[in-house]
């Protein structure tokens, strides 16, 4: 991290914000030390409010000021509430110049909507829903015009409708220089549980966005750094109005990307995607290990596998039925066709999208099917799809070519409606061609699917 600041001159002020026992401002005061950097003198902030911290925070920022060029200010204090005040010129807040370096490992935990933090952060015109991203949008706005900005945070920013607003902060404040990704989801934070990757990021105030360099490594030792130079448009697409970030990890654009045949939307193809509506909790009294009578099927992401619906399951650990009744009829969708995604990949799983389809012939005559907040559903106005579109959305989005293209916006566990919602897909046509192809194939190997996507995007 302190490697990605470019070489400095002059007065540095920098802003280490969840300081901890002071690693960050020591790999970058070790750089500068080493003649790394050509700074004559060396301010830091360092933000820390955990009081058993603060004698190994002051230890090891204490070694570096023996040339009375450098000066540690400890600040055992609220970073969000203080950053605040300064930000709003607060009378009674102690005045901080602009920084021109921040170095960041920031807390990562939810903000509930009516907190003291998330009512101070609306203050300043920062709506967000993370500490961590808090702390980003608080050193942008509290950085000189040029100020550096790297931080390492979970890559959860990128994409999705709560982290919108804070995209569009940084994109409209700085231009993005740098990201490196961690590949691997449980090697590079081996200690912690964590459930998406995580990104090494670094903005600059007010900088003119040009090429973003873009490094990619399974883990921390670093050992197969690869490199690369993106224009912005590959990170950032001109025509999303979400503003997703990608992070590319190949120069060449992949099949989803070149192909023209690739490039419609699901309105376009008259289909919705939703989440799953049953929310199991909610609805306890009305489930059902095994079906009965007044039960209709209740399907979670277990029912499903590469050989098609298979239900019910004896020994399962959740339930196969849901009773139909007054109070669950507005969750049940009509039995039919259906595509079917999983909301949730475990930590190395080689596939982020997994697709299967609903095969009403598995469920008799059942007329209503329940669907579980597990799964994200593909259909028409709440009814099935037809047999051949819901298997040629099923043979597309299993390619490798969709879960790489997907991989560039979503670095965590969850697949939400919302991405699926932004992505682009063949034509109606195309995708009931690829279906019909499929009903005549029996079971499909990876290596058809993506040959036949082949044949799509030539």
């Known amino acids: 991290m302190a490697s990605l600041f470019p070489d400095g001159t002059g007065d540095c002020h920098l802003l280490d914000a969840g300081a901890g026992i002071g690693s960050l401002s020591a790999a970058f005061l070790d750089r500068w030390r080493s003649g790394g950097f050509c700074f004559s003198r060396v301010t830091v902030d360092a933000f820390e409010l955990d009081a058993a911290l603060m004698d190994h925070l002051a230890s090891t920022l204490e070694r570096y000021n023996h040339k009375g060029d450098f000066v540690a200010n400890i600040r055992q204090e609220d970073f969000i509430l203080a950053a605040v005040e300064t930000l709003e010129g607060n009378l009674f807040s102690p005045p901080i110049e602009r920084y021109s370096h921040a170095i960041l490992n920031p807390p990562y935990k939810k903000i509930n909507r009516n907190s003291a933090h998330r009512l101070a952060l609306r203050r300043v015109s920062i709506e967000t829903v993370n500490l961590y991203s808090a702390f980003v949008a608080l050193a942008v706005a509290q950085a000189a015009p040029g100020g550096q900005i790297v931080a390492i945070i979970p890559r959860s920013f990128c994409n999705g409708p709560y982290y919108r607003p804070f995209r569009d902060f940084i994109l409209e404040r700085a231009a993005v220089r740098h990201m490196h990704l961690f590949q691997s989801r449980s090697k590079a934070f081996k200690d912690d549980e964590v459930l998406q990757e995580n990104i090494i990021i670094r903005l600059e105030r007010g900088g003119q966005q040009g090429l973003v360099t873009v490094t990619t490594s399974t883990d921390d030792t670093f050992a197969d750094l690869v490199t690369h130079e993106h224009p912005f448009d590959r990170i950032v697409f001109p025509d999303d109005p ?7 990890m190949s120069p060449e654009k992949n099949a989803i990307e070149l192909s023209e045949a690739i490039r419609c939307t699901l309105a376009d193809l008259g289909i919705k995607v939703s989440t799953g509506p049953v929310v199991d909790f909610r609805l306890k009294e ?32 959740k339930p196969n039925a849901i ?19 999983r909301r949730f990949s475990s930590k190395e799983e080689r596939r982020r999208i997994v697709a299967s389809v609903v095969e009403p012939n598995a469920f008799g005559d059942a007329p209503v ?42 670095g965590h566990t969850q697949v939400n409606a919302t991405d ?12 009931i061609e690829l279906g019909e192809w499929a009903m005549q194939q029996g079971t499909l190997t ?9 044949t799509l995007t030539e």
Request: hydrophobic share 35%; proline share 7%; with cysteine.
């Open 242 to 248: 979400e503003r997703f970030i990608h992070v590319p």
């Open 323 to 341: 009773e139909r009744n007054a109070d669950t009829k507005k969750w049940l969708y009509p039995t039919g066709f259906y595509c079917v995604v």
């Open 286 to 317: 009305h489930l059902r290990d095994m079906p009965g009578e007044d039960t209709v099927p209740l399907l979670y992401p277990g029912h499903f596998s590469s050989t098609g619906t298979t239900w019910p399951i004896e020994g399962m650990k």
């Open 369 to 410: 099917l329940g669907f579980e907040n597990h799964l994200n559903l593909f259909h028409e106005n709440k009814r099935g799809l037809p047999e051949a579109l819901a298997r040629g959305l099923a043979v597309f989005l299993n390619t490798s070519a969709v879960d790489e293209n997907f991989r560039c916006f979503n």
């Open 420 to 431: 699926l919602k932004r992505m682009k897909y063949p034509s109606r046509e195309t995708l």
């Open 446 to 454: 990876q290596e058809q699917i993506d040959a036949k996507l082949g």
